[in-house]
């Protein structure tokens, strides 16, 4: 057997049946990897071994059967995962497929669709952290391939010489156009058993990325890399179509050639793949970096300074993720929570000193959910209604917090008679509106806000408004039953509100406001980058008239409220935001580095609630609970005398 994805094949079924490092312990992510490189192997072969619905080479058609079952066999065995029985259920059907001797486009087409499919599921780093060092790729190259690769790629080398089977000709120009830059890499990781080809694992990434990219282009010419590059700075969709790396090290020539053309395909590919560069945009160069501290966050652990591990892993986040939050959050929440998660897992394991491996496997995960972060922020002409969607939901959800509470306040004053102080609240709210409005501009024009600075504030401003609304809730609840003691809370309760207390309810005012206005300034420039501006100014009025409407009907509905009821229901909304609020407070200190993070599995991660899966928060939101229901407690009952003032 003289091809290499033959070979790498048999290294395949190997590694699975007989390879003891593979055997003893295997991570669902190298589990993951083997399966994709099965997949990628029929998809390219299975044509060499059936044609017309015949076998046409028996032996290569008993491989295809053969590694169709071990791709079965591998994803059953992965850890449960939610798209996993969708993956078996499509490795059942593959396999049926190369049985019945099915048309080489459908099962190269499944098997394409599959491994993508498993990379999604399972996420694996495809691509280099960094545009890799092709001078060092030469290097390498030079030092350690060419002796039997040859030179030039052609398989020439002296020590090609009675070689079998003999080396790959990495210049040959028809295998070339199946190989994909990953494919490339995933041998160099691992080599090829029963062959001369060695694995290259005790290389740094870095350098077997550079040498997946060096050996690629040798099937290139220069002259079809400087049409290339012409192509690239004309075409607009050619330059979307690879918006990262991630992009040009898993797309093969003969993929473009049937989007683009055979002639342009080459092209392109000859030109990126000397210049790996051209796909760095300025939103990749802080995920870059977020790479790099999980790498340095990686070798400090290996090293055993978990100290220095723990401080790296948070820069990751609060230098290299946290700047493109906004941005993402506007394109993909749900993927931005998985990064958060998984920020949150990477510390958690190693503050617990967990095995290396364990910390490994996690930075891994990451690397792979950066790549599609960054796919997901690649640049797009924005779309008027999803800037419409980004702009009325994140106005309208951190609005409403602040809205109950100020609506809850103003509507407080008017129950007791005291139009004089509602200058204080209303002082407090535009006040922050205001500071808001500065933030974006110093934030803009002067400075730059960092990730801790931003967690620092929402997480300070969350924990300082929900103990004011504890204290808060637990009097309004006390002053619940006070339906037959409308003229003592009138008189009394009116003349308690000195100016002291007007400027207490002037900062609570600001606080919650600005808190929100503060979140929502960062998510709207994010959206505003991105284009679509009417849509996103039509989103943010909308959000406002809803919003208006609401506290119009809370303070409507509130002026026919018995006192009693009023207060009743005050004190209840306030315990509730009390507890969201502490809850986002706790998270936000946490990703700011300032407290621990012990995850809890099985608690559900529920923003909207305040609640975040960590042991730390979940027993803050715990202990602001058991605190208001003494406190209800303690006032529940009206005393036989007048109450206390």
């Not at 694996?124 to 092709?134: E, G, K």
């Not at 993929?255 to 796909?279: C, N």
């Not at 966050?297 to 290996?302: H, L, T, W």
């Not at 609240?425 to 002067?446: I, K, S």
């Amino acid at each position: 057997m003289h091809s290499l994805l033959r070979l790498l094949a048999l290294l395949l079924f190997a590694s699975g049946l007989a390879a003891p490092a593979l055997a003893q312990a295997p991570s669902s992510a190298a589990e993951a990897q083997v399966a994709w490189r099965l997949l990628d192997y029929v998809a390219v072969d299975y044509a060499g071994a059936v044609a017309n619905g015949q076998v046409t080479n028996p032996a290569e058609y008993g491989e295809m059967v053969e590694f169709g079952g071990q791709i079965r066999t591998r994803l059953d065995a992965l850890p449960a995962n939610p798209a996993k029985a969708g993956l078996v259920r499509d490795a059942v059907a593959l396999h049926g497929a190369i049985r019945d001797k099915a048309d080489p486009r459908v099962v190269g087409d499944q098997a394409k669709a599959l491994a993508a499919a498993v990379l999604t599921a399972y996420p694996s780093p495809l691509a280099p952290s960094f545009p890799p060092d092709l001078a060092r790729g030469a290097t390498l190259y030079a030092e350690q391939c060419a002796v039997c690769h040859g030179v030039t790629g052609r398989a020439d080398g002296a020590g090609a010489e009675g070689l079998d089977p003999p080396p790959i000709a990495f210049a040959d120009v028809e295998r070339a156009r199946q190989r994909s830059v990953f494919g490339l890499y995933q041998v160099i990781d691992q080599g090829l058993d029963g062959t001369a080809m060695a694995s290259f694992a005790h290389l740094p990434a870095e350098d077997r990325w550079a040498l997946a990219f060096y050996v690629g282009r040798f099937a290139f010419t220069d002259a079809e890399a400087a049409e290339g590059q012409r192509l690239w700075e004309s075409d607009p969709a050619i330059r979307a179509a690879y918006p990262d790396l991630a992009a040009v090290t898993q797309a093969t020539p003969a993929d473009l050639a049937s989007r683009i053309g055979e002639t342009r395909a080459r092209a392109v590919t000859a030109y990126l793949r000397r210049h790996p560069e051209a796909t760095a945009r300025p939103e990749g160069a802080t995920l870059t970096l977020a790479r790099t501290r999980l790498a340095e966050s990686e070798a400090a652990y290996r090293r055993g300074d978990r100290k220095t591990a723990t401080d790296l892993a948070l820069s990751a986040y609060l230098d290299g993720f946290e700047p493109v939050e906004p941005a993402l959050g506007a394109r993909d929440g749900a993927l931005l929570r998985r990064v958060e998660t998984a920020m949150t897992e990477l510390r958690a394991s190693i503050s617990k000193g967990a095995p290396p491996e364990e910390v490994a496997d996690r930075v891994a995960r990451l690397n792979a959910l950066l790549d599609t972060a960054e796919r997901a922020l690649a640049p797009q002409e924005a779309d008027n209604l999803a800037s419409f969607l980004g702009a009325f939901t994140i106005l309208l959800r951190e609005g409403l917090e602040a809205l109950l509470i100020v609506v809850a306040m103003i509507a407080f004053l008017r129950k007791a008679d005291r139009p004089e102080v509602l200058r204080y609240v209303h002082g407090g709210w535009v006040a922050a509106l205001a500071a808001g409005g500065a933030t974006w501009a110093a934030a803009t024009f002067f400075i730059s806000i960092s990730g801790a600075s931003r967690e620092l504030t929402e997480g300070f401003g969350s924990l300082l408004a929900a103990v004011v609304l504890v204290s808060v809730g637990i009097w309004m609840h006390g002053k619940s039953h006070a339906d037959a003691w409308q003229t003592y809370i009138r008189d009394k309760l009116s003349a308690a509100l000195s100016r002291r207390s007007a400027w207490f309810l002037f900062l609570l005012a600001f606080v919650v406001v600005y808190r929100e206005v503060f979140e929502t300034i960062l998510f709207y420039a994010a959206i505003w980058s991105q284009g679509g501006h009417l849509g996103m100014l039509a989103g943010a009025l909308t959000a406002v008239a809803i919003l208006a409407v609401v506290a119009w009907a809370l303070l409507a509905y509130s002026k026919r409220l018995p006192i009693g009821q009023f207060f009743s229901l005050s004190s209840i909304l306030m315990a509730v935001l009390s507890v969201i609020l502490v809850g986002k407070g706790v998270a936000a200190l946490q990703e700011a580095g300032w407290l621990d993070v012990h995850p809890l599995a099985w608690i559900p991660r529920v923003e909207i609630l305040g609640l975040y899966p960590t042991v730390e928060g979940v027993a803050v939101q715990l202990l602001t609970i058991v605190i208001l229901a003494v406190g209800f407690a303690r006032t529940s009952a009206p005393k036989a005398a007048r109450p206390a003032h």
